[in-house]
C-alpha cells in the first residue's frame, strides 16, 4: 500500500505559478510511474503529466505542454509538478496518482486545490 500526499495549492493571480508536492510513503519500493490529475467542478477528471518514478519519458496533456513541469526526487519520494503561466481554466482539484506495480494508478492522493484568478 502506497500513501500519497498533496500540498503546494493555493490561490494565485493569472501568470502565476505554483509548485504542487506529492510525497509517498508505505511500500514506496515498488513505484513505478507517477501522475497528475484534475478535477474542476462538474467536471470529469482529466490527465495532466505523468512521468516514471525513475526518471524517463515524460507525458503531458496538451493543454499544459510548455506550461508545467513534473520532476521528481527519489530520495524524498516526492514528485513535483511546476506550473507556470497560470490561467483561471487551470483551477481545480490537483491529484497525485501512483502506480505501485499494477500497471495503472492504483493510488491517489486526497488533492490539493489551486484556484487562478482573473
Known amino acids: 500500500q502506497v500513501q500519497l500526499m498533496e500540498s503546494g495549492g493555493g490561490v494565485v493571480q493569472t501568470g502565476g505559478s505554483l509548485r504542487l508536492s506529492c510525497t509517498a510513503s508505505?511500500?514506496?519500493?515498488?513505484?513505478?510511474?507517477m501522475g497528475w490529475y484534475r478535477q474542476a467542478p462538474g467536471q470529469r477528471r482529466e490527465f495532466v503529466a505523468s512521468a516514471s518514478w525513475l526518471g524517463g519519458n515524460q507525458y503531458y496533456a496538451d493543454f499544459v505542454k510548455g506550461r508545467f513541469t513534473a520532476s521528481g526526487d527519489v530520495a524524498k519520494t516526492t514528485v513535483y509538478l511546476q506550473m507556470n503561466s497560470l490561467t483561471p481554466k487551470d483551477s481545480a482539484v490537483y491529484y497525485c496518482a501512483a502506480d505501485s506495480g499494477s500497471g495503472s494508478f492504483d493510488s491517489w492522493g486526497q488533492g490539493t486545490q489551486v484556484t487562478v484568478s482573473s
Open positions: 508505505g511500500r514506496t519500493f515498488g513505484l513505478r510511474d
